[in-house]
Structures are given as C-alpha cells and as structure tokens.
C-alpha cells in the first residue's frame, strides 16, 4: 500500500493545505479510522455519562426514590466501564495502526523524492536538513495526528455528550453553556497566527542547526589537526543561542495562550455554579440537588475538554508546519525528468559534446562551447586548473546537470531524450574519496546487485588489487568497513571502489581524481587495478598526476570552460602549449 501512496501524494501536494496532504495520505485507511472514532466515542462515554449518573443517584438518595433507578443507574456505568478495556485494544490497533502506515508512507514518498531530485537540489540544501525533515518531521506529524486523536476526539466527544445531556435534562442552562465553545474558537483563532509564525521560525532554526552539526562532525578532522576547536565550537554555539532564543519565544507564546485559556474558562465555571445553586436555592426554576452537582460536574469536565483542545493547537500548529516543511521537499520542481523517455538498453561508448554549454543559475557559464568526440574504448584525459569546467563536464557525462545550450549524443543519440537511470546501468564512477556505507565488504562491493556470485566478486577484488588486503581481515568479505568505510585506509577503500565498478562491467567509466589523495604506494597498487578496469571501455579521467595522465589515449586541456587544446601527451608536450605550462603543477601534485 505504501507503495502506491507517495506517487499519489507527488501529484497532489500543492503546500498550501496541509490537512490535504493528510487527507491523501490517511486515504487506504478512511474505513478504519470511522471505525475507530466510532469505537473511541463508545469506549469514551463514561466520562460524560457519569456526571449524569451521579445526578441521578443523588437525586435518589435525597428525594428517597426508587432503588430500581439506582440499581439501572449503577448497572449501564459498570457495563459501560467493563466494556472499556475491549474496546481501547481494538481502537489503539485501528489508530496506531493508520498513523503509522501514514507516516511510513510519507517518509518513503520523501525518500523516493529525494532519489528523483537533481543533484543541483542536493548541492543546494545541506543533507542534515533533508535528514531533519524525513525523521523529526514525520514524526512530528504522527505524533499531531496521534495526539488530536487521543485528546482532540476525547475532548469532542465529552463536548458533544455533555451538551447533549444537558439540553435534554436542563435546557435552561445550555445557552450558557454554549458561551464557552465560542470563547474558545475566537481564543483559537486569535492566536493561532502567531503560533504558526513562531514555530516556522523554530523549525528553521533548527534545521539550521542541524545543518552545523553535520558540518562540525565532517570537519572533526580538519578542525582537530588545525588546533580550530575554539572556532567550531563558537559557531555552533552560536547557532545553539538562536535555538534557544526561538524555542523560548515559542514557549511563551504558549504559555500565554494555554494559561489566558484556562483562567477565561474556569471564572465561567464558578459564575455557572454559582448561578446554578442560587436558581436551585430560590426556586426560581425546576432544578434538583441532583443537578446542581451534575451542573457543576459537568461544568468542570467540559472546561477540562475546552483547555485540552486549545492546548492541542500549538501540537497541530507544529504538526502542520512539519506537514509543509515536507511539503518544501515534496514540491520541489528540481527534478530529473526521465518518465516516458527511451530507455537505453545498449551502449558502445561512443561520446559526442556538440557546442555544450552550461551555467549554475545566473553564474558565468562553467562550460561554454565545449565540442568533443569520444570513441568507445578511448581514454579521454581532462586537465586544467581549478575552475576549468571539469568537474562540469565530467557531471553533464553521467546526468546529474542538463546542458543548456548545445547537445550530448550517447552512440548517435541525444541524450535529452533518454531515460538517464538506464544509461548509468552501463557507467561506473570511481571518484576522489570512496563513498562506502557501514556494511560489509561483500555489500559495498556488489551494492544494488543481487545476483553477483561468489566466485565474480573475489574476481573483481582480485583485479582491484584488494583481495589480499581483505583476505587478511578477521571476517573476510563479511567484515564491516564502518561509517564511510572507517576502518579502512584510504587506499583500501578505493581499491574496493574500483572492485565495485568492476563487478558492474560497465561500458563508460568515470575517474575523478581517483588516485590524488593517495600515498606512492597505495597509488601504485590503485593505478595497475586502474589499468585493468579501463580496458575496453570508454573513459573519462580527471587528475594531476602524470601517472595518470600521460597514458591516456587523448588529453584535452581545459580554461574557462572552454577546449584549449588535445592531442596526446606527446605531441602536447612537443607543442609546447598550454598542456606543457601545466606539467611543473602535475608534477607536484
């Protein structure tokens, strides 16, 4: 079920009505909700038959009536007590049941967005912030809807039941009973503008935060060996003080809400027992001791349902501006449009960049009029210095950009009219530093493949140079690398990532910066796993090292964007040109 629910929420999210949102969400399970209110209302009635109840008993008990009323009386409140435990299991089931299927659906219909949004969207916001709203927004949503549910339902139905019994037993006092539903609807209204205000500013803050966090622990590293802890510190400290600043705003605006609430509601409770005694005590209407206590009891139970349900509104507000703070995910128009394209189902290798152009928002183009013909199983080196438009180019190759102006052609065909996911079936990145998740080996490896047998997988550890290594460790292919692959070195981990690429026998590779943050001896071993994996395939290289480099089948030197100039690394060396003024830096690097 749930997987049919986010694609449906894609389409029907538009951010401004969040209680739409729910409403599509909480769909598969209208039945079950009916139900369940319907059982809450039965399971619920104790609470405002009681006051009902007592009044009756009192009344027998001071006019000397009936027993039988008494006994009729004490009978239907066990039943009705009795059959309350029944009933709660079944009506936590139904509920608990519905909220969770909704939040499981809302967090895959993020996740699934998330994968469909371009990595420009990515780039932009921090993943700490995606993170806060797939896991403390959701859950704050569930927690809304559990808590409205519980409370806010509980709340109506004594409302509803109370006024009920009250109209038919003393209908003289429901007009003033009917005063209080009203006051606490315009208290509602009133402040749930600025409730609103101040928790939207709390949930960015907030996310700010998170997004701090995340960066100070990437950095820990860099930090740790600068001696910059005092600065770190400073910074998220900062942000620390503008959480709190807003969470206290926050916190006293409810406080005054919850606290004008209750003070407004339990004065007309007192006036109301008041009146109540005195028009008992002179006569003045037909209204018995009975319900006078009944009167008073009920009085103090409807007040109770009035605060509960004005102090659900800072829990709905949350809610609701977690509900839209999805919704800035699920909305986002930044996607990488593949539906209804040509799905490829073969590629060659073949490569063609005609007049490609390409600009991050308003910037100067990165890449402006970038012309070039890989030939499968080519190696095609980039080099320039920082800024160049490599990276851009390598990123227009594997789909993460879209050119805006000119064309890239995949075996002769525009690559704008195919479906992207297929394509990279035939593509392997091997970038600068190895991105592994805390797994096995064997799971790094063959991620995403289910059916790599063993004897495939050692033999692409063993063309990656990484069998020995792994061979060695305590559980062998079973060990766990740890988080981003801690527990191995650097050249380990990139060895494994070129076992990964290889295990896919891709038909175009993309090397970035693969070997630049290596010692000589771990880039020896990574460059002969290299040499291996770009065998017959079409490849695209970025890196300063002439070991690299200077083997490759073209060269092409990069400047603003723009071709400089290709060939070889002999005959650019021999030319004398922009390739040669490079080779001090490359040399170095």
């Not at 008073?296 to 509104?313: K, Y």
């Not at 390598?394 to 992207?420: E, K, Q, Y």
């Not at 070889?568 to 040109?577: C, F, I, M, S, V």
């Amino acid at each position: 079920m749930t997987q049919h629910v986010p694609n449906h929420l894609d389409h029907c999210y538009r951010g401004e009505n969040p209680v739409r949102t729910l409403g599509h969400l909480f769909r598969p399970d209208r039945g079950k909700l009916l139900l369940a209110a319907a059982i809450f209302v039965v399971k619920h009635s104790p609470i405002w038959l009681l006051p009902l109840i007592t009044a009756t008993v009192l009344d027998v008990v001071v006019q000397h009536g009936s027993l039988g009323d008494l006994w009729q009386a004490t009978g239907v409140l066990l039943f009705i007590l009795v059959i309350n435990y029944p009933l709660h299991q079944w009506y936590v089931r139904l509920l608990g049941g519905s909220i969770r299927r909704m939040g499981t659906a809302l967090r895959s219909a993020l996740c699934r967005r998330l994968q469909h949004l371009s990595i420009g969207y990515h780039a932009r916001v921090h993943a700490s912030v995606l993170q806060t709203k797939v896991v403390r927004d959701v859950e704050s949503v569930e927690h809304m809807v559990q808590q409205s549910a519980d409370l806010g339902l509980g709340a109506l139905v004594t409302l509803t039941g109370g006024l009920v019994v009250i109209g038919i037993r003393t209908p003289e006092f429901l007009p003033v009973f009917l005063i209080v539903v009203p006051a606490a609807g315009f208290l509602v209204m009133r402040l749930r503008g600025h409730l609103r205000s101040h928790n939207e500013d709390f949930r960015r803050e907030v996310e700010q935060f998170s997004s701090q966090v995340g960066e100070m622990t990437t950095l820990i590293p860099i930090t740790r060996a600068h001696g910059l802890e005092r600065a770190a510190l400073g910074r998220v400290d900062g942000s620390l003080r503008q959480v709190f600043a807003a969470g206290l705003r926050l916190d006293v605006m409810n406080g005054r809400f919850n606290s004008a609430a209750w003070v407004t509601l339990n004065i007309l409770g007192v006036l109301c027992l008041t009146g109540s005694a005195l028009v008992a005590y002179h006569g003045w209407l037909p209204v018995t001791p009975g319900d006078v206590v009944m009167l008073s009891s009920f009085f103090t139970v409807l007040t109770g349902s009035v605060t509960t349900l004005l102090g659900l509104a800072p829990v709905i507000s949350k809610g609701l501006e977690s509900v839209r703070s999805a919704g800035e995910v699920l909305q986002a128009p930044d996607l990488e449009s593949n539906e209804g394209k040509a799905p490829v189902e073969r590629v060659t290798g073949r490569i063609d960049f005609e007049q490609v152009g390409f600009a991050y928002d308003d910037a100067a183009p990165a890449v402006e009029g970038f012309s070039l013909t890989a030939r499968p199983g080519e190696t095609i080196a980039l080099v320039g210095a920082s800024g160049a438009g490599k990276s851009t180019v390598l990123n227009l190759l594997i789909g993460f950009i879209r050119p805006t102006s000119g064309r890239i052609l995949l075996d002769g065909v525009d690559m704008s009219t195919l479906d992207l996911r297929s394509y990279r079936r035939f593509l392997s990145v091997v970038p600068q530093e190895s991105i592994l998740f805390e797994g096995s080996i064997r799971d790094n490896v063959t991620y995403g493949l289910s059916d790599i047998d063993e004897r495939t997988l050692q033999q692409a550890l063993r063309d990656a140079n990484a069998l020995e290594f792994v061979e060695r460790l305590p559980d062998g292919l079973d060990t766990v690398v740890g988080q981003r692959g801690a527990r191995l070195s650097g050249g380990q981990k990139q060895r494994l990532a070129i076992a990964r690429a290889l295990i896919r026998d891709p038909r175009v590779l993309v090397l970035d910066e693969a070997t630049s943050a290596l010692d000589n001896r771990s880039e020896a071993l990574v460059q002969e796993a290299l040499a291996r994996l770009v065998h017959g395939r079409t490849v695209f290289v970025v890196a300063h090292r002439l070991s690299t480099i200077q083997g490759a089948d073209r060269i092409v030197v990069m400047a603003n964007g723009t071709v400089r100039e290709s060939g070889t690394h002999d005959e650019l060396l021999a030319r004398g040109g922009a390739y040669a003024e490079l080779q001090p830096a490359a040399a170095r690097g």
